[in-house]
């Protein structure tokens, strides 16, 4: 069944960096554009970032752009989230979600992963 | 950016009840418009995409109808299974926006 599952999240100090991965199962993983979405406890869903299929073109929230990045292995069928520069709001729970659906059509989130818990604190 | 409002924020009914959530987007997405349902600790996952468009295997309670900025999403005999949080996101341009949230309570 089409899967996403999720690692690399844990505890980290402010400024420091982490690395979220994403492995994807069950469908032609390189034909789907990618997204991470996350959000902080108690709080909204927050859109991240995003990789089309070929891992050509990607776009960042403001509150992450510079400090973020996302990338994908096709080969390994994962998508990845680089974080930089870690701030204590970016404490959340990270999704790794696949944009089913066309570019000129509507489309939506589905599925999504387990998420992945990142806290930034000291 | 689009800013997504849904209304209200959170709302008490009883099981059978029928529930009107509201979204408005800043400006005009056509249809580009989805509904995800979330319960605690677990992922959220679509309702409605396209406005209107049940996705396979939500029940028939569930309804979205709208287009242009002024979206609704109605459950229709309110069951225990569906007391969680609802958000509206458009899909129309990047970055893509959610609303804030409408928690549905048990009254």
């Known amino acids: 069944q089409v899967q996403l599952v999720e690692s690399g999240g844990g505890v980290v100090q402010p400024g420091r960096s982490l690395r979220l991965s994403c492995a994807a199962s069950?469908?032609?993983?390189?034909?789907?554009?990618m997204h991470w979405v996350r959000q902080a406890p108690g709080k909204g869903l927050e859109w991240v970032a995003l990789i089309s299929f070929n891992g050509k073109h990607d776009y960042y929230a403001d509150s992450v752009r510079g400090r973020f990045t996302i990338s994908r292995d096709n080969s390994k069928s994962t998508v990845y989230l680089q974080m930089d520069s870690l701030r204590t709001e970016d404490t959340a729970v990270y999704y790794c979600?696949?944009?089913?659906?066309?570019?000129?059509?509507?489309?939506?989130?589905?599925?999504w992963g387990q998420g992945t818990l990142v806290t930034v604190s000291s | 950016d689009i800013e997504m409002t849904q209304s209200p924020s959170s709302l008490s009914a009883s099981v059978g009840d029928r529930v009107t959530i509201s979204c408005r987007a800043s400006q005009s997405i056509i249809n580009f418009l989805n509904w995800y349902q979330q319960k605690p600790g677990v992922a959220p996952k679509v309702l409605i995409h396209?406005?209107?468009s049940l996705y396979g295997g939500v029940p028939s309670r569930f309804s979205g109808s709208g287009s242009g900025t002024d979206f609704t999403l109605t459950i229709s005999n309110l069951q225990p299974e569906d007391f969680a949080t609802y958000y509206c996101?458009?899909?129309?341009?990047?970055?893509?926006?959610f609303g804030q949230g409408t928690r549905v309570e048990i009254k």
């Open positions: 069950g469908f032609n993983f390189d034909t789907y554009t």
């Open positions: 996101q458009q899909s129309f341009s990047t970055p893509e926006t």
């Open positions: 979600v696949r944009k089913e659906g066309g570019t000129t059509s509507p489309n939506y989130f589905d599925p």
């Open positions: 396209g406005a209107s």
